[in-house]
């Protein structure tokens, strides 16, 4: 089945209907109402409330008797719709909010999913979402910006490394649990930071505590993985090169299952312009994790 403006399967897009780039980052949610699952649609270049600030849409879908899936009730978050104005989150013209989204366990004890949104403005936005119980009607009933500022719950050592101009946000992930503890570690790309080589880019990887429903990261605790911090438990020696944009748009980082068998979850990053082959074309890192989100080995 495809979801398209103009392909229907039930879905109508939400004005302004000419959507932009639906489609980009999409993300399965959980314990969300719906039988047939819940999807988060990013449509980044959506004008809605100022030109390029950016959307989402939440579909709830259903399993006709014919097998084909079809979209039961579409839900938009952006700056005019889904509550993300009540909650103190509205993206602004240009923040082009939404270029990747994932999707977190259950952070606040009420049985379902969390959305981690991304963006081109230095921020990601952690949404936490309501529905009427029937899989439709999706609003942010609360929400966390994770950005540089003081208010942010990111460990200081964090928020000290997020520029303006490096797309800190634009590519974010889960990784699973890696130290067992019961929340998630989350990779968070920018693939424009300076560490080591002008673009060579960065991906931040850091531990959430759990502590319903208050959302907390562990002080201190942040494994950064660019070309300024190759050597032991972080990128090998020469992985990264200038422009190689670590973490990139799209190719920023992806868990796996455990790969080497040791218990602890891997992952992949991506490096977009990386020229092991070519001029521009590209790379992906497998990681074996530790436990504490420093790498043990990798693959490239």
Same mark, same amino acid.
């Given at each position: 089945?495809?979801?398209?403006?103009?392909?229907?399967?039930?879905?109508?897009?939400?004005?302004?209907?000419?959507?932009?780039?639906?489609?980009?980052?999409?993300?399965? @949610?959980?314990?969300?109402?719906?039988?047939?699952?819940?999807?988060?649609?990013?449509?980044?270049?959506?004008?809605?409330?100022?030109?390029?600030?950016?959307?989402?849409?939440?579909?709830?879908?259903?399993?006709?008797?014919?097998?084909?899936?079809?979209?039961?009730?579409?839900?938009?978050?952006?700056?005019?719709?889904?509550?993300?104005?009540?909650?103190?989150?509205?993206?602004?013209?240009?923040?082009?909010w939404g270029t990747v989204v994932a999707s977190l366990p259950d952070?606040?004890?009420?049985?379902?999913?969390?959305?981690?949104?991304?963006?081109?403005?230095?921020?990601?936005?952690?949404?936490?979402?309501?529905?009427?119980?029937?899989?439709?009607?999706?609003?942010?009933?609360?929400?966390?910006?994770?950005?540089?500022?003081?208010?942010?719950?990111?460990?200081?050592?964090?928020?000290?490394?997020?520029?303006?101009?490096?797309?800190?946000?634009?590519?974010?992930?889960?990784?699973?649990?890696?130290?067992?503890?019961?929340?998630?570690?989350?990779?968070?790309?920018?693939?424009?930071?300076?560490?080591?080589?002008?673009?060579?880019?960065?991906?931040?990887?850091?531990?959430?505590?759990?502590?319903?429903?208050?959302?907390?990261?562990?002080?201190?605790?942040?494994?950064?993985?660019?070309?300024?911090?190759?050597?032991?438990?972080?990128?090998?020696?020469?992985?990264?090169?200038?422009?190689?944009?670590?973490?990139?748009?799209?190719?920023?980082?992806?868990?796996?299952?455990?790969?080497?068998?040791?218990?602890?979850?891997?992952?992949?990053?991506?490096?977009?312009?990386?020229?092991?082959?070519?001029?521009?074309?590209?790379?992906?890192?497998?990681? @074996? @994790?530790?436990?504490?989100?420093?790498?043990?080995?990798?693959?490239?």
């Amino acid at each position: 089945t495809k979801i398209s403006e103009t392909s229907g399967a039930g879905w109508v897009p939400v004005s302004p209907t000419d959507i932009q780039v639906f489609g980009h980052g999409l993300a399965s @949610m959980t314990g969300m109402g719906s039988a047939a699952g819940v999807i988060a649609v990013s449509c980044f270049y959506d004008d809605d409330g100022s030109t390029n600030a950016g959307a989402v849409y939440v579909l709830a879908l259903s399993s006709p008797s014919s097998g084909v899936a079809a979209v039961d009730a579409t839900s938009k978050l952006s700056a005019l719709h889904g509550g993300l104005t009540t909650v103190g989150l509205a993206p602004a013209a240009g923040d082009l909010w939404g270029t990747v989204v994932a999707s977190l366990p259950d952070l606040d004890g009420d049985g379902k999913g969390e959305l981690l949104v991304g963006s081109e403005a230095s921020y990601a936005d952690l949404l936490f979402l309501s529905s009427d119980g029937a899989g439709g009607s999706f609003v942010a009933r609360a929400g966390v910006r994770l950005s540089s500022a003081t208010s942010s719950p990111l460990p200081a050592v964090m928020r000290a490394r997020i520029v303006a101009g490096t797309a800190w946000g634009s590519s974010v992930a889960s990784l699973g649990d890696l130290d067992g503890d019961g929340a998630p570690e989350l990779a968070i790309s920018a693939p424009l930071d300076d560490a080591g080589g002008a673009d060579a880019g960065a991906v931040f990887i850091l531990s959430m505590v759990p502590a319903p429903p208050t959302v907390l990261f562990k002080h201190g605790v942040m494994v950064e993985l660019s070309a300024g911090t190759e050597g032991a438990g972080r990128l090998a020696a020469g992985t990264v090169a200038a422009s190689d944009s670590v973490g990139g748009w799209g190719s920023g980082a992806s868990a796996l299952d455990d790969v080497d068998g040791d218990g602890v979850p891997d992952a992949l990053i991506g490096l977009s312009y990386d020229e092991v082959a070519g001029t521009d074309s590209g790379s992906v890192l497998v990681l @074996m @994790m530790n436990a504490d989100g420093s790498v043990k080995s990798q693959q490239k």
